[in-house]
């Protein structure tokens, strides 16, 4: 099942093999799927993750936007399915993201259109934590006992370090 309502958007975006993999999986849940570079921006750096999910939000021309970060390669499509399916067309939460044992997983939610103003707010103020983020805006925290049966070992929460980020 693949959802128009909502567009998906792999960040940052930075070419290679991972990025491709989580966009493929990203591409069997939405129809349309985008790589993020994030814009320049005085007030913030590029690798911070709230510059990445701005241009994912801003970009997006659907209700909202699935973001996932290229550094996790084990996505399970059906968790993302379940965050996409709690994710309403009408009013509800503006975030829809899973909360696995070192907490909420911001850098694979679900973004409505309507977090952008609180987005430019933060950015503004030069609060760049996406955590904070999720307390100012209207979250739906998913339990991580609620993702065991989409992803058993919640392999779609484990990051891993890419090879330039191995060299640093």
């Known amino acids: 099942m693949r959802l128009s309502h909502v567009e998906g958007a792999v960040i940052p975006g930075h070419s290679g093999r991972t ?3 989580v966009a493929d999986v990203l591409a069997t849940c939405v129809a349309t799927v985008r790589v993020i570079v994030p814009p320049v921006d005085p007030r913030l750096p590029s690798s911070a993750p709230i510059a990445g999910v701005r241009a ?4 997006c021309r659907a209700d909202a936007v699935l973001v996932a970060a ?5 996505i399970e499509p059906r968790l993302l399915l379940a965050l996409l399916a709690l994710t ?4 509800g939460p503006d975030v829809v993201v899973p909360v696995g044992p070192d907490g ?3 850098l694979l939610a679900v ?3 309507t977090t952008v103003s ?3 707010r933060r950015v503004d103020r030069g609060e760049l934590s996406l955590d904070g983020l999720l307390r100012e805006v209207r979250t739906l925290e998913v339990p991580a006992k609620n993702l ?14 890419l090879p330039e980020e191995r060299t640093r």
């Open 70 to 74: 290229r550094d996790l390669p084990e």
């Open 148 to 161: 065991f049966p989409f992803d058993p070992g919640l392999r779609s929460l484990c990051s891993v370090k």
């Open 19 to 21: 990025t491709e993999r």
């Open 104 to 106: 909420p997983e911001p």
């Open 118 to 120: 609180a987005i430019e």
């Open 111 to 113: 973004y409505r259109s």
């Open 56 to 59: 994912a939000v801003a970009a």
């Open 88 to 91: 309403p067309c009408g009013d």
